[in-house]
C-alpha cells in the first residue's frame, strides 16, 4: 500500500520504517528541513536500537522516502497517518495546533480520497475536530475517512514494541475503513482491536494513566517501607507475583518522566475537568510523581549539612535507559536545583551527553565517560538506570569518589552486592547502607 506520514519525530519514524519494512511502499514528512536532510543521507534522527539499519535497508530497497513537500509525500497514497506532537499547554491541555496544521497541509494538497490516520495521542474528540478541519479545506469531491490508531510504542525499545505489540488499537467510523487498516498491519500478527473513535482515543489515555498510576503507587509504598523498615523490592516481587497485579511498572524510583506520561496525566485531568469531572485518583498519581523526584534533593540535603563546592556526579540524563529524549527527565529538575544549592555538578550519560547544554540552562560540565564524572566526586546521583550503570560494580564508587556516597533514584544495586563494597548508599524504598 502507498503510505505516508507527517511527522518524523520518535513514533513517525519508527512508524514510517516499519510499515516499509513489512512492503508498504511510504514516504515520510517533516516540516523539519534539517531532519529530512539527515534522514535523507540514510542519518537516524534520533536514538533508537535497530532503527538505523532497518531504516537504511529500506531506503535502499525504494521502500522507505522522504521529503518536506506535503504535496510531494502526499501524491497518490492511500492512507497518511499524522504523528506530530501534541505537547502540554500551560493549563495542561494537550496542544493541538501540529495535528490541526497537518490537517490543513493535508487538505491543500490533497487530490485523492484517502484514510488520514491519527496516531497522535489526542484528547476524545479531536478525530472529529481534525475531519471537519480537513473537509471544510479539502477540494470538492475527494472523500476523507478519519481513523484513530494510538501509538503505544515505548522510546528505547520501540521497533519492538512495534513488531511484538500486544494490541492494535484502530478506532473508526465505519467497518470498511477498520478492514483496510486491519490489511496495512496484517503483516505484524499482532491482535487489533477494532472499535469506534472515541473509545479508541480514550484507551490511550487511560492505558498511560493507569501505568502512572501503578509507578506513584509503587513509589508511596517505597516511601513507607523506608519508614518502617521493609524493602520495595521485596514487597514488589511479592506482589507481582500475584497475576492480577502483575510485576510490570511495580519498580520504585524517583518517578515518572519523558514526553508522554506527564504530559498525558495532565491532559486527561483537563479533559476531565472540562466535562465537570474531578479527577482526583490521577491528580494524586501527578503530585506523588513531582515529590518523589523532590525526594531525592531532600535525601542529598539531609546528608549534607551544604552543597556548596561539593563536586557532584549524576549519572544519566534521558528519562529513561536506551534513548536520548530528555523531554520531562527528572535530570531537568534536579541538576538545576544541585546547581542553585551551589554544587559542582558533572554529568554523564552514554548517548545523551551532547544533548545537556540544549535542555539545561545551569552551569554544568557533561561527558560520555563515566570514570570521568566519577573521578574525586564527593557524591554520585543515579537518574537512568541505563545498562553500563547498572552492571558497574558498586566497588568502582569507593575506588574512583573523593567520598563514595551514591544516592540510587532507580535501585540498580542489590543492597547485598552494595554491602560488600565500602561505600555509603542511598536508593528508594530500601534500607539506607552506611
Ligand atoms: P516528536 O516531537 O518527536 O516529533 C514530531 C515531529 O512532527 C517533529 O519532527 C516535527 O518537526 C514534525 N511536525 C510538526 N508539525 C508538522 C507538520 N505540519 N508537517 C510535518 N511535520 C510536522 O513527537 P513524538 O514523540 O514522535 O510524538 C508524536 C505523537 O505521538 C505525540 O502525540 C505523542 O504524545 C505520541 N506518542 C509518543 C510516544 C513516544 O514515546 N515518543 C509514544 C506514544 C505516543
Sequence with gaps: MKIAVIGTGYVGLVTGVALAEIGHDVTCIDVDRNKIAELNQGIPTIYEPGLGEMMLRNQNA????????????????????????????????????????????IAETLRDSVIVVIKSTVPVGTNHHIKEIINANVAPGIRVRI?????????????????????????????ETGNI????????????????????????YASNAFLATKISFINEIANLCEKLGADVEEVA?????????????????????????????????????????????????????????????????????SLAGKRVAVLGLAFKPNTDDLRESPALVIIPK?????????????????????????????????????????????????PDIKRM??????????????????????????KQAQIEYYSVGRPSVI
Excluded at 501524491?75 to 499547554?89: C, L, S, W
Excluded at 516481587?237 to 511498572?249: V, W
Excluded at 535542555?359 to 561527558?367: E, H, K, R
Excluded at 569507593?398 to 567520598?403: N, P, T, Y
Aim: proline content about 4%.
Design 62 to 105: 525504494n521502500r522507505l522516502f522522504f521529503t518536506d513537500q506535503h504535496a510531494k509525500g502526499l501524491d497518490g497514497v492511500e492512507v497518511i497517518y499524522i504523528a506530530v506532537g501534541t505537547p502540554q499547554r500551560a493549563d495542561g491541555s494537550a496542544n493541538l495546533q501540529y495535528v490541526e496544521q497537518a490537517a490543513r497541509d
Design 147 to 175: 481513523a484513530s490508531n494510538p501509538e503505544f510504542l515505548r522510546e528505547g525499545s520501540a521497533l519492538r514494541d512495534t513488531f511484538k505489540g500486544d494490541r492494535i488499537v484502530v478506532g473508526t467510523e465505519d467497518p
Design 181 to 204: 487498516l486491519e490489511q496495512v498491519y496484517k503483516p505484524f500478527g499482532i491482535p487489533i482491536v477494532k472499535t469506534d473513535i472515541s473509545s479508541s482515543e480514550m484507551i490511550k
Design 237 to 305: 516481587k511479592g506482589m507481582g507475583l500475584d497475576h492480577r497485579i502483575g510485576t510490570a511498572f511495580l519498580k520504585a524510583g524517583i518517578g515518572y518522566g519523558g514526553s508522554c506520561f506527564p504530559k498525558d496525566t495532565n491532559a486527561l485531568v483537563q479533559l476531565a475537568g472540562n466535562h465537570h469531572h474531578d479527577f482526583n485518583l490521577l491528580k494524586s498519581v501527578i503530585e506523588v510523581n513531582n515529590h518523589q523526584q523532590r525526594m531525592l534533593i531532600e535525601k542529598l540535603i539531609t546528608r549534607f549539612e
Design 338 to 386: 544541585l546547581v542553585d544549592l551551589g554544587a559542582d555538578v558533572i554529568c554523564y550519560d552514554p548517548i545523551a551527553a551532547n544533548q545537556g547544554t540544549r535542555w539545561i540552562s545551569a552551569p554544568a560540565v557533561y561527558t560520555k565517560n563515566i570514570l570521568k564524572a566519577l573521578s574525586g566526586a564527593d557524591c554520585a546521583i543515579i537518574i537512568t538506570d541505563w
Design 393 to 418: 560494580e558498586p566497588d568502582t564508587y569507593a575506588r574512583l569518589m573523593a567520598s563514595p556516597i551514591v544516592f540510587d533514584g532507580r535501585n540498580c544495586y542489590s543492597i547485598s552486592d552494595v
